[in-house]
């Protein structure tokens, strides 16, 4: 039987300043972003894609995570209570954040870029696809650091016991979504982007890969206490999720018929 090991959420102290592991997995996010795209740019040859643009491309998509998130989970997970306490949407050091918020908020931000920088839309999507990926495996880590989303119970030899939770053996879900949202995401989009694709389907596949591996991944994934199982037994990220595949299988359909 496995135990968290109960890490310290603070990496390192200096004085009264605490730098969290969670925001250290953050800025490896970013700094993998920056490293990839450098290392995309060389292989796409836009002219219109350079190192400058991709700074600002950072800089926007973090507007888009941090106001996306929030917003995706005042609205997805918690209305009720925020419709009642409204002031205390802004209280996100308290926490409560959505990646399908956050995702749809790097989306217009995307637009919004794309159109001041003149460059279609989904050009920009098939660029950055590849490069969040890895991103997101550094945050399931840092959840995985902090003993936080884990999983449903579980009689595997692998079960792992949170004890801020309970004494019960559980998935370590973050490790599950570490793996396959992360790593195995990030593999098959860079794969599949080395080659000349038809505008739009590396976004399509990126959303047909996440939607589904996020959909497996529930339902090992403890569901929010506060929300439990809506619909045909289905948690709130499955809901969330199946948009994102049919956007996805949608959008890669258009767009090979486009090229066609």
Same mark, same amino acid.
């Given at each position: ?49 350079? !190192?400058? *643009?991709?700074?600002?491309? %950072?800089?926007? #998509?973090? $507007? /888009?995570?941090?106001?996306? &998130?929030? +917003? ?56 950055? !696809?590849? *490069?969040?990926?890895?991103? %997101?495996?550094? #945050?399931? $880590? /840092?959840?995985?650091?902090? &003993?936080? +989303? ?76 506060? +929300? ?33």
């Amino acid at each position: 039987m496995l135990v968290h090991p109960q890490f310290n959420p603070v990496a390192l102290q200096l004085g009264p300043l605490a730098v969290h592991w969670y925001g250290l997995m953050y800025l490896a996010g970013f700094a993998t972003f920056l490293w990839l795209g450098r290392k995309r740019i060389t292989k796409i040859s836009h002219p219109q894609i350079t !190192a400058k *643009l991709l700074d600002d491309l %950072l800089f926007y #998509g973090v $507007l /888009g995570v941090i106001l996306g &998130g929030r +917003l995706g989970y005042v609205l997805f997970y918690k209305a009720g209570y925020y419709s009642a306490h409204p002031l205390e949407i802004l209280a996100v050091w308290q926490g409560g954040m959505s990646f399908h918020g956050g995702f749809l908020g790097v989306l217009a931000a995307m637009a919004w870029f794309a159109h001041k920088q003149q460059l279609r839309w989904l050009q920009l999507t098939d660029f950055i !696809a590849p *490069l969040v990926p890895p991103g %997101l495996a550094f #945050g399931r $880590l /840092g959840n995985f650091i902090n &003993g936080e +989303l884990w999983g449903r119970p579980t009689d595997g030899s692998w079960g792992m016991i949170f004890p801020q939770a309970d004494n019960v053996p559980r998935h370590p879900s973050q490790l599950y979504e570490f793996a396959l949202e992360g790593l195995l995401l990030f593999s098959l989009l860079w794969l599949f982007a080395r080659k000349p694709r038809p505008v739009g389907a590396v976004s399509g596949l990126f959303l047909i890969g996440y939607g589904s591996l996020r959909f497996l991944v529930e339902f090992t994934r403890e569901p929010d206490n506060f +929300l439990g199982l809506l619909s045909l037994g289905m948690s709130m990220g499955q809901w969330l999720s199946l948009p994102m595949v049919i956007a996805g299988v949608a959008l890669m359909l258009l767009s090979s018929r486009r090229a066609a």
